[in-house]
């Protein structure tokens, strides 16, 4: 064999060899915990973590774990690498708690500003249930804070290990909870790895069960319980995947395979300095008459601005998991579960004339969109 054939034959062999990451940037097991304070990274990136407070505990999800009781600073940090910035991504561990309910307590985040928010995170939210959020930013530089609905506290910490989740692919954002993606919200962007809310300059390091930033108090943003096996995917995770990795009758840490070539995007790894790419390409819903989407006012008259009720149709029928609604092209509505069945009022629409449109995505990820024109019984000041 002459050297060339060799070396196209290594490059191919090297191609095909079975690799488990699947796209995994770091993977903490926490089955030990030396009296450094260090946490080890298994994922083979050697982004272990640091500064650890916290007890360790043998009756993990998978061997040992680490038992967070709410002292200040309890928890580990990781220090920021450009693999800890990817464009989309899948956090993921196990967590065992009970009451009290504590809200905005961070499971897992990464950097934060002031007391502000990270750049996304498992957290408890306002209700002390669970959210996973990103702070995005879409190609034309506009950035929203992409949140799932939080889930209520007595649906997730009832003193049980459970896997939870949170991904995003770019345009959604997911939470999981073993196995089963239970919230989700929308936005096409990337995430905002340079915080700039233009007060304090943004950490960038990844906390795991703590939000310790400059100027805001630590103490109210530790996480209160047991966390095992955190994991960070360069990559969303598909449905078959998160239902692998979370599987509630694992009884070894789930290895997910490298996907087969073409089944799944996959991650891109940001660097610091790179230039805001383009938002990814999302394949645009088919076009079809409202009417067949929702019932809603009739266009001809005026429409008011106080009541402005829509249904959508055929909700079961056609297996409908979201609908969007959008006013003018700025999404108002993002609809998912028992909601979807509900009544729904537009309240303060705009003066004039506006558009509604609104789009479903039902259980095949099939995405219809109707439009419609109307205008208000108020004429827009001129
Ligand atoms: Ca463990």
């Known amino acids: 064999m002459n050297r060339g054939l060799a070396a196209v034959v290594a ?10 990451s699947a796209g995994l940037v770091a993977r903490y097991d926490i089955d030990s915990l030396p009296a ?11 982004l272990n973590g640091g500064a650890r407070l916290g007890d360790a505990i043998a009756d993990g999800r998978f061997g040992g774990a680490i038992r967070l009781a709410g002292g200040v600073g309890t928890g580990f940090n990781v220090t920021n690498s450009p693999l800890l910035e990817p464009r989309r991504l899948t956090v993921a561990t196990w967590a ?11 499971v ?26 990103v702070n995005t930013r879409d190609a034309n530089g506009q950035q929203a804070p992409l949140q ?17 989740a949170g ?12 196995g089963v993606k239970v919230a989700s919200a929308e936005y096409p962007g990337r995430p905002v790895y340079e915080l700039d809310y233009a007060r304090q300059v943004s950490e960038k390091r990844l906390q795991i069960g703590r939000y310790d930033e400059a100027g805001c108090s630590a103490a109210g943003f530790q996480f209160f319980g047991d966390l095992d096996e955190v994991r960070l995917y360069d990559r969303a995770l598909s449905n078959t995947e998160l239902a692998t990795l979370q599987n509630p009758a694992a009884t070894e840490p789930p290895v997910i395979p490298d996907p087969l070539p073409g089944t799944t995007p996959p991650g891109t790894t ?44 055929g909700v079961k029928a056609n297996k409908i998991v979201r609908a969007q609604i959008k006013l003018n092209g700025k999404q108002v509505r993002n609809i998912t579960g028992r909601a979807l069945g ?9 003066k004039g004339k506006f558009n509604v449109e609104i789009i479903t995505t039902d259980s095949a990820g099939k995405r219809l969109i109707g439009k419609r024109a109307y205008r208000t019984c108020v004429a827009k000041r001129r």
């Open 108 to 133: 897992v985040g990464k950097g934060g500003v002031g007391c502000s928010s990270s750049t996304w995170a498992l957290y408890t939210a306002a209700n002390g249930g669970l959210s996973f959020y």
């Open 148 to 164: 799932t609905p939080p889930i209520p506290p007595e649906q997730i910490w009832n003193n049980q290990w459970r896997a939870i």
């Open 36 to 46: 450094d304070g260090s946490v080890a990274d298994s994922s083979g990136n050697s």
């Open 96 to 106: 065992r708690k009970g009451g009290p309910f504590n809200v905005f307590r961070t």
């Open 270 to 313: 940001l660097p610091p300095s790179a230039a805001p790419p383009a938002a990814p390409p999302i394949a645009a819903p088919a076009a079809v008459a409202i009417t067949q989407i929702a019932s809603l006012p009739p266009a001809k008259a005026c429409a008011s601005r106080r009541k402005f009720p829509i249904r959508l149709r």
């Open 11 to 20: 490059l191919v062999v090297l191609a095909l060899a079975p690799d488990a």
């Open 167 to 178: 991904t995003f692919d770019g345009t959604e954002v997911a939470l999981w909870v073993d």
């Open 342 to 350: 509900l009544p729904i009022d537009l309240r303060g629409l705009p």
